[in-house]
């Protein structure tokens, strides 16, 4: 319905406007600086995740760091999305994979 790693309030604005109701989920209805400020480091994480996929044999340590952090932080927020998680977990392999820490 709506990007999930949005502030609380632009999520439900755009719920409201898009289908026409106001979400009373726990995450919605419930005011919560430190969850805003998860969601915006996610999604900040998943831009830095994919340059330093870019950038290929730089930056790989970072991109390590950054989606350990990432699944850390969905655990936090209780986002328990498989396809986000599957994208992160392989990420996370082609740095290991790259850095020589696994083979293939």
Known sequence: ???????REERRQQLHENYGFWCDCKACS???????RRRTEMKRLDESIRVDQ??????MDRGERSVK?????????????????????LSGMEFALRR???TS
Do not use: A
């Open 100 to 102: 020589g820490d696994v």
């Open 30 to 36: 419930e005011p919560s600086e430190g969850s805003d």
């Open 69 to 89: 952090r990432v699944l850390k932080l969905f655990d936090q927020e209780g986002l328990h999305l498989l396809t986000w998680r599957k994208l992160h977990c």
């Open 1 to 7: 319905y709506v990007e999930l790693r949005l502030h």
């Open 54 to 59: 870019q950038d290929r044999l730089k930056n």
